[in-house]
């Protein structure tokens, strides 16, 4: 635990660290706090690494070979923005927010291959209702203390999702 700081730079009671019943991890952003986690997982933090690494390697192998034989038109930016958009997909919320801010950069790539990136703000993927619902009822219930379920907190909602966005 790590001591909280009041306005006046005070140090103040210790504070509370709450974290994911499952993993471990922090639940609230503080440094300390994570580089205290990942310190003791220098595993965690490797096989993270060999996961972007081979998710992206057939990506930046194939705009090395693009670049090699002097593949340059357009043709062969949307596709490789297609690979793109897979890649950071599958690698999650930090990569899809990658990929969104270069979607609005005509100074680094065509306008067909923006168009293709621009999916990743309009078509991000959903995950199931079933997950959303637990995760809901989980957080929920944490707060109030006691299992809570939807019927408890909405007078009615929709079973499934009107539109996915990634925050």
């Known amino acids: ?19 994911d019943e499952e993993t471990g991890l922090p639940l609230d952003y503080s440094v300390p706090d994570l580089t205290a986690f990942f ?33 340059r038109d357009i043709d062969a930016q949307v596709e490789r923005a297609t690979q793109f958009n897979g890649v950071v997909t599958t690698l999650g919320p930090f990569f899809i927010k990658l990929g969104q801010a270069l979607s609005i950069r005509p100074d680094l790539l065509a306008s067909r291959a923006m168009v293709e990136l621009q999916k990743l703000c309009d078509e991000v993927p959903a995950y199931s209702t079933e997950a959303a619902m637990e995760t809901m ?31």
């Open 137 to 167: 009822r989980k957080e929920l219930s944490k707060k109030q203390g006691r299992l809570v379920i939807e019927e408890d907190i909405f007078d009615w909602i929709t079973p499934e999702p009107v539109a996915a966005a990634s925050l």
């Open 39 to 71: 310190e003791a997982r220098p595993l965690l933090q490797f096989a993270r690494i060999l996961q972007i690494v081979g998710m992206t390697y057939p990506l930046l192998f194939g705009i090395f070979w693009d670049w090699l034989t002097n593949r």
């Open 1 to 19: 635990d790590h001591e909280a700081e009041d306005i006046d730079g005070l140090a103040s009671a210790p504070a509370v660290v709450r974290l």
